[in-house]
């Protein structure tokens, strides 16, 4: 048997046994079809491969929301541009990555903008996050990622997590900026903590090389970030009684924090179209944070029974 060396992403459709995915097929679309966007699946992480199943073959699995963005390379890469790819690359697979939506006790949530001179996603705004090591599980992988890019260790018995979704996220993320050279499923796991966000705040000690500022935002603010909606072209208009600078920690070169402020229109930019990135907040991100908002919706509605 070839031995494991990465977790990649396994495929089970009507009771098939799990197959490893292709790189350049479309894990949504192999579950929602091809021009459908989003589908239900169930997920688990078993040795040392991560499995996706149709919601109907879940078997008492936990039932989560699979999206991919609606200008996916992937929905529309052709045969030809296909067989452009170099090998190195289509024998790649689909790996798995993990992304933490940290909750504070005071409902606000920590997002990071990823360093300038990272090659995937520079100065992007997302959670703390990265891939899912070998024999880790998902909870283990998230927390070790939050130590690792902002110095907050927290033990698994000191919070609480709920899986929110998946995420098919592709870079480039549109066939406009070149041809796919990455492709993963992204798990976002909401952990829920007692700490206020200044007392969390007060141990954050970013790693430089990999993030460059870090925000805490509350749900009016990501109300607005998630009505910047990718890949539509009509105006936003932030509420009026919305702030319109929002205070944001820069990190040094060194990993001191630097208060600052970044105008708030900065988080709802979107994703352009064509020609270089803007900072923004990341298309997946926004697919989680609406996801949050609904956590948040459906706590108010039992706290108020």
């Known amino acids: 048997m070839e031995k494991v060396r990465k977790i990649l992403v396994h495929l089970s459709k009507e009771n098939s046994a799990p197959q490893c995915a292709r790189f350049i097929q479309s894990i949504t679309g192999h579950f929602a079809g091809c021009q459908d966007d989003q589908a239900k699946v169930c997920c688990s ?9 149709g919601q109907e073959n879940g078997r008492g699995r936990t039932v989560v929301p699979l999206q991919r963005a609606p200008f996916c390379p992937f929905k529309y ?10 090998l190195d690359i289509k024998n790649r697979g689909v790996d798995v990555g993990v992304a933490v939506l940290l909750q504070s006790t005071n409902q606000k949530v920590l997002l ?3 360093a300038a001179n ?11 996050g990265g891939h899912v090591e070998l024999d880790e599980r998902l909870l283990d992988a998230g927390l070790r990622e939050l130590w690792e890019e902002t110095g907050l260790k927290l033990a698994p018995e000191e919070v609480s997590s709920q899986l929110l979704g998946l995420w098919e996220s592709v870079y480039p993320p549109m066939l406009s900026r070149g041809l796919p050279q990455r492709h993963h499923i992204v798990t976002y796991i909401l952990l829920h903590t007692s700490l206020t ?3 969390l705040q007060a141990a954050l000690r970013p790693q430089p090389a990999e993030v460059s500022g870090c925000v805490w935002v509350d749900a009016d ?3 607005a970030i998630v009505s910047a909606v990718d890949g539509e072209e009509h105006s936003v208009s932030l509420p009026e009684n919305l702030p319109q600078t929002v205070s944001v920690y820069e990190v040094s070169p060194e990993g001191g924090l630097n208060k600052s402020v970044l105008p708030v229109s900065v988080l709802c930019n979107r994703a ?8 923004r907040v990341s298309t997946g991100t926004k697919f989680a944070l609406e996801l949050w908002l609904k956590t948040l919706e459906v706590q ?3 706290s108020s029974k």
């Not at 992480?45 to 199943?53: K, S, Y």
């Not at 890469?77 to 170099?86: F, K, M, R």
């Not at 990272?118 to 703390?128: A, K, S």
């Open 45 to 53: 992480l078993e040795n040392n491969r991560f499995l996706l199943f």
């Open 77 to 86: 890469l052709s045969n030809t541009e296909a067989s452009t790819l170099p």
């Open 112 to 114: 990071t903008r990823r």
């Open 118 to 128: 990272l090659r995937i996603f520079p100065n992007v705004w997302v959670p703390p």
């Open 197 to 199: 966000h200044l007392q």
């Open 221 to 223: 603010l990501v109300k």
């Open 272 to 279: 352009p179209a064509e020609g270089e990135d803007v900072e």
């Open 300 to 302: 108010s509605q039992v």
